[in-house]
């Protein structure tokens, strides 16, 4: 919807507001013509039913005014002696439109101006409604809680944290989505159906913050590309309102009007290497090599986890319901005309308890060579402590035109590790545009700031005028993730618009290993809970100083309720 339809809609709502209320406002002793004048109509219903002004902002806020306009529809009706369930029901299930009834044929109304009595089950009812609307305030406006569900970060944010991020750093967005269950995303929990209405929906609109995105940060936004229902899940794809579009967590390595370059695995930006701060950790590839073997048990001793894992099994007296047990754990596997089974599994391999249980003849493949994503500081701690032969890194040197990577278009011949270069789109600057590189843009354009594209013999045309040029209406930014040869990012489906950007992640409260592996997997990752994202020096747990607060603050409370009773009974 445009801004005359919602004006549009915005006069009819305020016509029914009054044609609905104006007797029940002059019983009430308001001015009648006042239930038709938009935004003094609510504040006159809210002083009707002695509810505080400031509750205006709420009934505006979307979603939060989803719990907060039936609230007042059933005090307002309250008010004029209608409070039976039947009418409360049917205020409910006409949408408001009861009160036409009250208004005009109901023969009880009167104002009650003395306070209404509420039941404990009515109570209990505005209680919760009352603890979801502040939630949801929180939720929308402040701090929205994230999980990690995959390893597009590992090693800097690892799957399984816990993050609260931050929607007042870059300004909170106000939701586009009208309609939609307060609290969840873009589904149902447990029924699994669309939890919002595709339309209507509101403008873009971002409150002031009171910082900017800089490089380098890790940033949380809506997948630009996103056309999932669910993650890992094949199916049709499915247009989504920008708010519902799945949340990604990535950095932001380039800045609007930047020129982004990947040369022979080395990320520049405007001609310089990229210096990502002290507390990533980005993991590359390497090969390690030894002439004796490398062997997994050293490297898991060393620490490093990220690498794959080959064995051989003698088949010839294994039924193939045992092993249909195995099938969780492997990533791929392949059978030997001599009757053996030939499985690659992640770093955790097969567990004991199995191969014992299966009586499993297996044994694992010592091979020479093995590649493995690797930091910084794991290189060198296995150049100190490994004693392979060598260890070198191995980059994607051979450029083959595909649709692969952004811009997916056969004309260009980008890969992980040489890529671009590509100029980031800035709001207000303006770029030459032709057919060579209009597949860079015209997501941008066409897409992202609904413009009109069109090609007609070989002249492009932006909202049916001949264009040689384009004007950026807003900020774009370049997302990759630290774990680069196992993340989807702008390498695959490009710019990331400023208006896509949810906030950034500032505190890890949770941190929980195997969390998507079932519950009797699960471990706490105590070094990680309680601490914070994206400041400088090495992560600090602040979990022992939360339970010492805890403690302290309970010790208060038990000394001052022993002290007021001492005062109260003085014989004791």
């Not at 709502?13 to 003094?40: A, D, M, V």
């Not at 529809?73 to 439109?97: A, N, P, Q, V």
């Not at 090693?155 to 106000?174: A, E």
């Not at 070094?527 to 020096?537: A, H, I, P, Q």
Request: with cysteine; aromatic share 14%.
């Amino acid at each position: 919807m445009n801004i005359i339809e919602w004006f549009y809609l915005f006069l009819i709502i305020n016509i029914i507001i009054g044609l609905s209320s104006w007797k029940l406002f002059k019983i009430s002793g308001k001015n009648p013509l006042t239930s038709y004048i938009p935004f003094y109509n609510i504040i006159n219903t809210l002083d009707i039913i002695k509810r505080p002004k400031w509750w205006v902002i709420l009934v505006f806020l979307p979603t939060i005014n989803l719990l907060m306009i039936p609230v007042i529809w059933i005090e307002f009706i309250k008010r004029f002696k209608h409070d039976t369930r039947k009418d409360i029901l049917l205020m409910l299930c006409s949408l408001g439109l009861y009160s036409f009834y009250i208004n005009y044929f109901s023969k009880k109304k009167v104002y009650v101006e003395d306070e209404i009595s509420v039941s404990g089950f009515e109570r209990t009812v505005g209680s919760f409604v009352f603890a979801i609307v502040v939630a949801t305030v929180v939720h929308n406006y402040f701090i929205q809680p994230f999980v990690i569900p995959t390893g597009s970060l590992e090693k800097t944010l690892k799957v399984g944290d816990f993050l609260f991020v931050s929607k007042f750093h870059y300004g909170p967005r106000i939701p586009k989505t009208v309609i939609a269950l307060p609290l969840v995303h873009d589904t149902i929990p447990l029924i699994k159906t669309r939890s919002y209405l595709k339309y209507p929906q509101l403008p873009y609109l971002r409150l002031p913050g009171f910082e900017k995105i800089k490089q380098n940060d890790i940033v949380v936004f809506n997948w630009p590309a996103d056309t999932v229902r669910r993650f890992f899940v094949r199916e049709k794809g499915v247009i989504k309102p920008m708010d519902k579009k799945s949340n990604y967590v990535k950095r932001a390595v380039g800045m609007p009007g930047d020129v982004f370059e990947i040369k022979d695995g080395v990320i520049h930006i405007n001609g310089k290497e990229n210096i990502l701060p002290y507390r990533a950790k980005p993991l590359l590839n390497y090969k390690i090599y030894s002439n004796s073997g490398v062997s997994s048990s050293t490297l898991i001793s060393l620490g490093i986890d990220r690498f794959i894992r080959k064995y051989e099994i003698d088949i010839s007296n294994q039924s193939s319901s045992s092993l249909n047990r195995l099938l969780p754990y492997l990533m791929s596997y392949s059978q030997t005309e001599d009757n053996k089974l030939i499985i690659i599994t992640d770093n955790k391999g097969v567990p004991i308890d199995l191969v014992r249980s299966l009586n499993l003849n297996i044994i694992e493949l010592l091979e020479k060579d093995k590649d493995v994503k690797l930091t910084s500081k794991e290189i060198k701690r296995l150049n100190l402590e490994g004693g392979f032969d060598s260890i070198n890194r191995i980059t994607q040197n051979t450029k083959t035109f595909n649709t692969t990577y952004f811009p997916n278009n056969i004309k260009f011949n980008w890969n992980n590790d040489n890529f671009g270069p590509i100029t980031i789109p800035k709001e207000g600057q303006s770029v030459n545009i032709s057919l060579d590189n209009l597949p860079i843009y015209k997501r941008v354009i066409g897409e992202y700031e609904n413009n009109d594209i069109e090609i007609i013999d070989n002249i492009i045309y932006i909202n049916k005028e001949r264009s040689i040029s384009y004007t950026f209406k807003q900020n774009y930014y370049w997302m990759m993730g630290d774990n680069r040869y196992n993340s989807e990012d702008s390498r695959v489906w490009g710019f990331v618009p400023y208006d896509h950007v949810l906030g950034k992640p500032v505190f890890i409260w949770m941190s929980i290993d195997g969390l998507f592996e079932g519950i009797e997997n699960w471990k706490i990752r105590w070094d990680r809970v309680f601490t914070t994202v994206g400041l400088d020096g090495e992560p600090r747990s602040y979990f022992p100083h939360f339970i010492t607060f805890i403690l302290l603050w309970q010790l208060y409370v038990f000394i001052l309720k022993r002290r007021k009773k001492s005062k109260s009974d003085p014989l004791t």
